[in-house]
């Protein structure tokens, strides 16, 4: 589904991606790991089309989107609870997601096949997102991700920082949405989340992947400080 090959990002006098190569396959959950200043959110921006590669390619669904973002919703990234808008409910927030829906009634299913992933948000989902706290947020925001069920969502750091219980229920709806179909990519620090929930990770160190295993392999893996 998406096949990264041999991707470099420099500045001036710096090498921040150096011969980066990953691949993503149909339905599964695929997990980049890595401290800070390894490269993990530049290669977000990257495949969300915010940077472009010095050189290298892209390729989504066959069609090589290195310099050119004509996806059709099919991609969707998100970066933590960013561009949530604070003067609307968790219902607005999520159904922003799919403006590309023209139909009001899929627009309507959607919201209910959604929030049928998240019992926490149910019954509270008529509320201002400012009242709700960072890791329902979070939820919202992948929420908003999945309403318009995209081929692939990436997400950067969807777990990091939040309670044990958010953690359980981020992960427990990337689950679910995996089972309905839709890929994830996520980019993350903590290695026990990524071994969690992913069928495959990649490390990634110094802008490059210097392992790469399914997530048994990672098990009593630690990253370095």
Aim: glycine content about 6%; charged content about 25%.
């Amino acid at each position: 589904m998406l096949e990264i090959s041999h991707l470099n990002f420099n500045y001036p006098n710096l090498k921040v991606i150096h011969d980066l190569s990953i691949k993503i396959d149909t339905n599964e959950i695929v997990s980049i790991i890595g401290h800070k200043h390894s490269g993990k959110s530049t290669l977000f921006k990257i495949i969300a089309g915010l940077q472009l590669p010095t050189s290298g390619k892209i390729i989504f669904m066959d069609n090589d989107i290195t310099t050119k973002r004509k996806l059709n919703g099919e991609l969707f990234c998100q970066a933590r609870y960013k561009g949530l808008f604070y003067g609307l409910t968790v219902r607005e927030n999520i159904e922003l997601g799919g403006w590309r829906i023209k139909d009001k009634n899929i627009l309507k299913e959607n919201f209910e096949k959604t929030i049928e992933l998240i019992p926490h948000l149910q019954k509270s989902y008529n509320k201002n997102i400012k009242k709700l706290c960072n890791g329902e947020r979070m939820l919202t925001a992948i929420a908003r991700a999945i309403i318009s069920f995209p081929k692939l969502i990436v997400i950067d750091e969807p777990m990091l920082g939040f309670y044990p219980l958010f953690v359980e229920k981020i992960a427990d709806l990337i689950y679910k949405a995996n089972k309905l179909g839709i890929t994830f990519l996520l980019l993350q620090k903590n290695i026990s989340d990524a071994v969690k929930i992913s069928n495959r990770i990649y490390e990634m160190e110094d802008g490059q992947i210097v392992k790469e295993g399914n997530s048994k392999s990672f098990e009593k893996f630690d990253l370095p400080l």
